[in-house]
């Protein structure tokens, strides 16, 4: 069974960072591409940025290009995001979710394409 367990939310002002974690277990991690998407008050969860199974590529919603970072360390089975620069707009409850299948899949920009998730961590943006 895959668990995915995300933490480092919080309250932070405006241009502050925060970074997030999520731990993986019950797959091979190593093979799965990963991602974070957020859901807003009030909107649809949205894909903020993903990360292939080796690392070597990253894709990012142009809301938080230049902003944020993901990153991955297979040994640890963890998937981080950097968040810099912050913005009110950026409030929003953060998942992080592992691909339907292992390797690359067909849009890392569509949850669809996503077959497990974890239960998200709240990040709140105060102007």
């Known amino acids: 069974q895959v668990q995915l367990v995300e933490s480092g939310g919080g309250s932070v002002q405006a241009g502050g960072s925060l970074r997030l974690s999520c731990a993986a277990s019950?797959?091979?991690?190593?093979?799965?591409?990963m991602g974070w998407f957020r859901r807003a008050p009030g909107k649809e969860r949205e894909f903020v940025a993903a990360i292939s199974w080796s690392g070597i590529s990253t894709y990012y919603a142009d809301s938080v290009k230049g902003r944020f970072t993901i990153s991955r360390d297979n040994a640890k089975n963890t998937v981080s995001l950097q968040m810099t620069s912050l913005k009110s707009e950026d409030t929003a409850i953060y998942y992080c979710a592992a691909g339907g299948l292992p390797g690359a899949l067909s849009s890392v920009f569509l949850d669809r394409a996503y077959g497990s998730w974890g239960q998200g961590t709240q990040v709140t943006v105060s102007s």
């Open positions: 019950g797959l091979t991690f190593s093979s799965y591409t």
